[in-house]
């Protein structure tokens, strides 16, 4: 069994930055994530997005600040567990223990989760699951790849967006379909992109889409329209949102409120020797920010 004195579960910006910290108080660290990679959120969903939320920095691409927040923890050499989902908490001899998938323990003088609200799993464009083919994508972490498409992109929130934003100056054309007329997203960004050669399609969905072996085009029907468009489109960018799950933490006996972990204030948990990192009164997810707003 492994043995540290800090077990940080969760490697995006918080556990990145409770390493560095644990680290620099000469505790031994590691850093246990279910994702292959070291950034959470920022990582899988929009390593290329600027954010302006971060103190510090006027603006910084998500991968940029992740890089930095590894090479920060780098000097005290934490022990990265990344591809590897913490299953199980018992305890022996007052100390915590992790089970980790595949039968690995971790022993540990504590445990600070750092997952926010746990692992997250886009929501499925609905007609997406009757065909076949490829170019349905839910997350960009590689912009340039969409280079000279034509690109489509469903939702009306921040992560719609953000996409038209970063894609519009490569691809060869953005359209942006959302089923109502409002958005959700930040109404700086949305001002951003509505000044760019974008094409919007309000009170619309996407009700079917062409193509053998990959997308070719997209059915639009707009609510009291006529017919339905027929779009030619070789990428469609499916940004519904996502679901969040706790996975087995929800399994540990952690006193919860909607799925967020309770903490007192000293962020210490009702497990003891577990503590998260939550603001105690917080009972909302705060999205993320892409224009300073």
């Not at 540290?4 to 031994?28: C, E, K, M, Q, T």
């Not at 971790?106 to 490829?134: D, K, N, W, Y």
């Not at 109404?187 to 309000?202: D, K």
């Not at 960018?237 to 909607?258: K, N, S």
Request: proline share 7%; glycine share 12%; aromatic share 6%.
């Amino acid at each position: 069994m492994r043995e540290v004195d800090v077990a940080v579960i969760g490697a995006g910006p918080a556990g990145l930055f409770a390493a560095y910290y644990a680290g620099f108080r000469g505790l031994s660290v590691a850093v246990v994530d279910a994702l292959p990679e070291p950034g959470g959120q920022i990582t899988a969903m929009y390593p290329e997005k600027l954010i302006h939320d971060v103190a510090g920095f006027p603006a910084v691409k998500g991968r940029d600040l992740i890089a930095n927040l590894v090479a920060q923890a780098a000097p005290f050499d934490p022990r990265y567990l990344l591809g590897t989902r913490a299953e199980k908490l018992s305890y022996a001899d007052g100390r915590p223990v992790l089970g980790l998938a595949g039968g690995e323990q971790l022993g540990c003088g504590a445990v600070i989760v750092t997952g926010g609200l746990g692992s997250f799993t886009p929501r499925p464009l609905p007609v997406a699951e009757h065909f076949a083919g490829t170019g349905i994508v839910y997350f960009v972490p590689q912009p340039t790849e969409l280079a000279g498409r034509d690109v489509l992109i469903v939702g009306g929130g921040d992560s719609a967006f953000d996409w038209a934003l970063t894609l519009q100056p490569l691809a060869r054309s953005v359209t942006l379909a959302h089923r109502r007329e409002k958005f959700r997203a930040h109404a700086a960004t949305v001002a951003r992109v509505l000044e760019l050669p974008v094409r919007m399609i309000v009170n619309a969905e996407v009700t079917g889409l062409h193509g053998d072996g990959a997308v070719t085009g997209a059915e639009i029907t707009v609510r009291g329209g006529a017919a339905a468009e027929l779009l030619p489109v070789d990428t469609v960018v499916a940004a519904l949102g996502f679901t969040a799950d706790l996975g087995p933490l929800a399994e540990w006996g952690l006193r919860l409120d909607r799925r967020h972990i309770v903490v007192d204030s000293a962020m210490a948990t009702n497990l003891p020797r577990v503590f998260a990192a939550i603001d105690p009164s917080a009972h909302l997810f705060p999205g993320h920010s892409s224009d300073g707003t």
